[in-house]
């Protein structure tokens, strides 16, 4: 594996592949088809951009994603790789030009979505041509389960037909067994290698606290930890991002919003300008993100929960693609889980998909609640052991404290089973205390044994009991949306005393974090930083390219660090190939001499 070894750091300025990059790439250079999980930011790129360029021929990229097409193949025209993508978005001249470059084998990576790849006149043209590989990125989105899928993904199993002797790559970030089978199945890679690589993702450190006042937190957070950094914040409606983002606008921060009610021209603008702008956030629902393909996003934020534990990895897995430090950070409260709980319970959907759903929705439940190592508990969650206690999350860095809740349980259960579980949290909190309240004496509720047992904790503290008794489904919420909650079967044993609960103690009020902010080594100053920075947005505005494409912020690091004085020092830095050493050598090298 010379060459591959050798393009790795001649084209791309890496010295060492990463697990198992060299293993794939091995795979399909001997013309066995492959599968690879990796997580976001793991490298799959360099999977099928090396083997394509080890191999005679084009290697084709089918993407779903037309909107990063253009900074995919920026990127790589910047390291040297002679990369085209064909979408809607070129002339008809264009596409001659490019299909030319292809028939005349000039061509070494083209990228292009699946909807065109299936046409009759790309598949005519891909047999004129001589074809290194057919990479499948996003492979997922074959998946009718997955909640991207796409009906072009499907039609993809014609590729194993018409070109049998091409090796394929299927490449995803989804980890979970099922949706790998269903890969499998329907691409028709039973004899393919599979590669799955750890989804640990060390540089996220992931916070979940207690929602207070959340813009608040919010805002305590953005100005301590992320002043100046590019993130996204994820919200459940549209509306909730659009003022989000102009409350965000209003204290100081850039921050654009993003849903699927905007407008595609909206959307592509707002996108846009986060690839290339540095320090942008994008407050926006799930409908942004997928193959999101910045690296130097530093934050995600959830205000509200995700409905299952796999949309919260992948969503916080957006962060840190470059593998400095990132946060994942999310807020919630007794209100989302009621919430999602009603959500669930009036979707559609069978019986049997409603319970598979509320068992996702659990497991998110869970994490939020645990007490014990989140990373731990999400890898498990994805069926990989590691240690319990990974030193970068808040439960580790903060460890909260547990009690013993039975005897609260017993009566939070207890008084909605004594007022007909027709109440919400509110109206039996105000029971278990023995409020005077007139709602309470109009329905009598004042004589029950129940009334006022629960003094002896305040009004968080029962909040808190409830909202950790609905999360791990002792109580349901009802179905009419009045709130009101019921039992749950499951809450028996825990009634008869054979069963006892430990709760989460709540923190109080404080939030003093350690910083996750990455510390500039300390001999770097801030000006010679700048410098580069500044160096590196003209050279990256002259191309109409986003700052990273140039160069990542590590290598900008390292550059700071070192402050190479000749093009054989600037030529070592990672993340610098020769074609970069030439292009940007020179000018960095001037800027640095006069620093
Ligand atoms: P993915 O597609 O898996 O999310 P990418 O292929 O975009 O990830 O790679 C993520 C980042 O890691 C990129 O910035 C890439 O340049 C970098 N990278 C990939 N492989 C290596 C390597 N062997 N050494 C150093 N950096 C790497
Ligand atoms: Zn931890």
Redesign the pocket.
């Known amino acids: 594996m010379m060459n591959a070894k050798y393009i790795?750091k001649n084209t791309f300025g890496?010295d060492?592949?990463?697990q198992p990059?060299e293993e794939v790439i091995s795979c399909l250079v001997s013309g066995r088809d492959a599968l690879v999980l990796?997580p976001?930011?793991?490298?799959?790129?360099?999977c099928f951009q090396i083997p394509a360029l080890l191999r005679n021929g084009c290697g084709v990229v089918i993407s779903p994603l037309i909107a990063l097409m253009q900074d995919q193949v920026s990127a790589l025209l910047g390291f040297g790789v002679k990369a085209v993508f064909l979408n809607s978005t070129l002339g008809l001249d264009q596409i001659q030009e490019i299909e030319r470059d292809l028939r005349d084998g000039n061509i070494d990576l083209l990228y292009i979505a699946p909807e065109r790849l299936v046409q009759a006149r790309t598949m005519a043209l891909l047999e004129e041509i001589e074809i290194s590989l057919f990479a499948i990125d996003e492979a997922h989105c074959v998946s009718q389960w997955g909640h991207d899928f796409r009906s072009d993904y499907l039609a993809l199993d014609l590729l194993h037909i018409r070109f049998p002797k091409v090796p394929r790559i299927a490449l995803t970030?989804t980890a979970d067994t099922r949706t790998r089978e269903e890969i499998i199945a329907r691409l028709r890679l039973e004899n393919a290698g599979q590669f799955l690589a750890g989804f640990d993702r060390p540089n996220i450190r992931y916070n979940i606290t207690l929602k207070d006042n959340p813009r608040n937190q919010l805002l305590r957070f953005l100005k301590s930890e992320h002043q100046g950094d590019a993130g996204i914040i994820y919200c459940l409606s549209r509306k909730k991002t659009e003022e989000t983002a102009s409350w965000l606008q209003g204290q100081g921060f850039n921050a654009l919003p993003y849903h699927a009610g905007l407008g595609a021209e909206i959307r592509s603008i707002h996108q846009a300008r986060f690839l290339r702008e540095e320090g942008l956030i994008i407050v926006a629902t799930i409908a942004f993100g997928m193959g999101i393909?910045k690296?130097d996003v530093r934050f995600v934020v959830h205000l509200d929960l995700p409905k299952t534990v796999e949309s919260y990895y992948q969503e916080t897995g957006r962060a840190g693609?470059?593998?400095l430090a990132a946060d994942a950070w999310m807020v919630y409260g007794l209100q989302d889980v009621i919430k999602l709980r009603q959500m669930l319970d009036r979707s559609e959907g069978s019986e049997a998909f409603k319970r598979l759903e509320q068992h996702r929705l659990n497991a998110m439940l869970g994490l939020c609640e645990i007490t014990t190592c989140r990373r731990h508990a999400l890898l498990h969650y994805f069926e990989e052991t590691s240690s319990e206690h990974c030193g970068n999350c808040d439960t580790c860095l903060e460890p909260v404290e547990s009690w013993d809740g039975t005897e609260a349980a017993r009566k939070a259960l207890s008084v909605v089973y004594r007022t007909d579980q027709r109440f919400g949290v509110n109206y039996l909190v105000d029971v278990l205390m023995g409020s005077g309240n007139s709602r309470v004496k109009q329905f009598g509720h004042d004589q029950l044994s129940v009334f006022g047992i629960g003094s002896d904790l305040e009004i968080n503290q029962w909040r808190s009991v409830f909202r950790q008794l609905i999360a791990r489904a002792y109580i349901s919420v009802d179905l009419e949306g009045f709130g009101g909650l019921k039992l749950e079967s499951k809450c028996r044993p825990l009634l008869v005393g054979d069963e006892s609960l430990n709760l989460r103690l709540d923190p109080k009020k404080k939030n003093v974090r350690q910083q996750t902010k990455q510390k500039l080594p300390e001999d770097i100053d801030m000006a010679t930083w700048e410098a580069l920075r500044n160096c590196r947005r003209e050279l990256a505005d002259k191309q109409g390219v986003p700052p990273y494409v140039v160069f990542?912020d590590s290598t900008l690091q390292a550059m700071a660090d070192s402050m190479p004085s000749n093009i054989d020092e600037f030529g070592d830095l990672?993340?610098v190939g020769q074609r970069k050493k030439e292009k940007y050598g020179p000018v960095f090298l001037a800027l640095i001499s006069n620093l």
């Open positions: 790795l890496y060492q592949f990463r990059q990796m976001t930011g793991g490298g799959k790129s360099l970030a393909d690296p693609r470059d593998g990542h990672p993340g």
